[in-house]
C-alpha cells in the first residue's frame, strides 16, 4: 500500500519560513520523481518544485529563490524548505510522486498539508 503523508504545514506571518515534509512508504523511493503542488482556494492545483531521481530540480517562478526542495532517499522523505512566505504561498500543499514506466505510470498523492500566511 503506498502512502504519502506530509507535514509541517501551519500558520506563519509574511517573511517566515516553514519546512514541509513528504515521507513516503510502499515505493522504490528512489526510483520516483518527487513533487510539492499546491492549491489554493478557487484555483487549480500547480506544480511548486519537483525533484528527480537524479536529484534534478525546477521550481515555479512564483517561488523560485525562496523555496528549496530536497530529498533523503534514506528516509524515503522529501523536503520543502520554504522562505521569505507571502501571503499568496497560502494553500494546501500536497507531496507528489511519480513513476513513468514503458507501460505504467504510476502517479500517486498525499493528502496535504495547509500552509497559511498571514500579513
Known amino acids: 500500500q503506498v502512502q504519502l503523508v506530509e507535514s509541517g504545514g501551519g500558520l506563519v506571518q509574511a517573511g517566515g519560513s516553514l519546512r514541509l515534509s513528504c515521507a513516503a512508504s510502499g515505493i522504490i523511493f528512489s526510483s520516483y520523481v518527487m513533487g510539492w503542488y499546491r492549491q489554493a482556494p478557487g484555483k487549480q492545483r500547480e506544480l511548486v518544485a519537483r525533484i528527480t531521481s537524479s536529484g534534478d530540480t525546477n521550481y515555479a517562478d512564483s517561488v523560485k529563490g525562496r523555496f528549496t526542495i530536497s530529498r533523503d532517499n534514506a528516509k524515503n522523505t522529501v523536503y520543502l524548505q520554504m522562505k521569505s512566505l507571502k501571503p499568496e504561498d497560502t494553500a494546501i500543499y500536497y507531496c507528489?510522486?511519480?513513476?513513468?514506466?514503458?507501460?505504467?505510470?504510476?502517479?500517486?498523492w498525499g493528502q496535504g498539508t495547509q500552509v497559511t500566511v498571514s500579513s
Open positions: 507528489n510522486a511519480l513513476l513513468r514506466g514503458v507501460l505504467v505510470t504510476n502517479d500517486y
